[in-house]
């Protein structure tokens, strides 16, 4: 059974960095329409897409996150980055990584992790960021 775990959440003052990691075991990237992506969730709102990227949907940010955040997939170490620059308040979260051989763009979800729409989760890392 495939998995995927999280490291590199943290808390960081506004204007921080962090890199989020996630490694899968069980199952392989190396398929480039393998798609991986993060999400965010704040307690008591909906859970939203914050980057993806897939061999035939390309690359997506969030347009608040456009500009400071960067993902990037190191498919022979089965894993995929978060690096987030300039890091705001607001970005405060509990970020879940994801993947599936058949990424859709699904840009909010009711809740994380949700295995009906992606078959791969994450169990999530805390990102805090203080003023």
């Known amino acids: 059974e495939g998995q995927l775990v999280e490291s590199g959440g943290g808390s960081v003052q506004a204007g921080g960095s962090l890199r989020l990691s996630c490694t899968a075991s069980?199952?392989?990237?190396?398929?480039?329409?393998?798609?991986l992506g993060w999400y965010r969730e704040v307690p008591g709102a909906e859970c939203e897409l914050v980057s993806f990227?897939?061999?035939?949907?390309?690359?997506y940010y969030a347009a608040s996150v456009k500009g400071r955040f960067t993902i990037s997939r190191d498919n022979a170490k089965n894993t995929v980055h978060l690096q987030m620059n300039s890091l705001r308040p607001d970005d405060t979260a509990v970020y879940y990584c994801?993947?599936?051989?058949?990424?859709?763009?699904?840009?909010?979800?009711?809740?994380?992790?949700?295995?009906?729409?992606?078959?791969?989760w994450g169990q999530g890392t805390q990102v805090t960021v203080s003023s």
């Open positions: 990227i897939s061999g035939s949907l390309g690359t």
């Open positions: 069980g199952f392989s990237f190396d398929d480039p329409d393998m798609g």
């Open positions: 994801a993947s599936d051989p058949s990424w859709l763009r699904v840009r909010i979800l009711l809740s994380c992790p949700n295995t009906d729409v992606f078959k791969y």
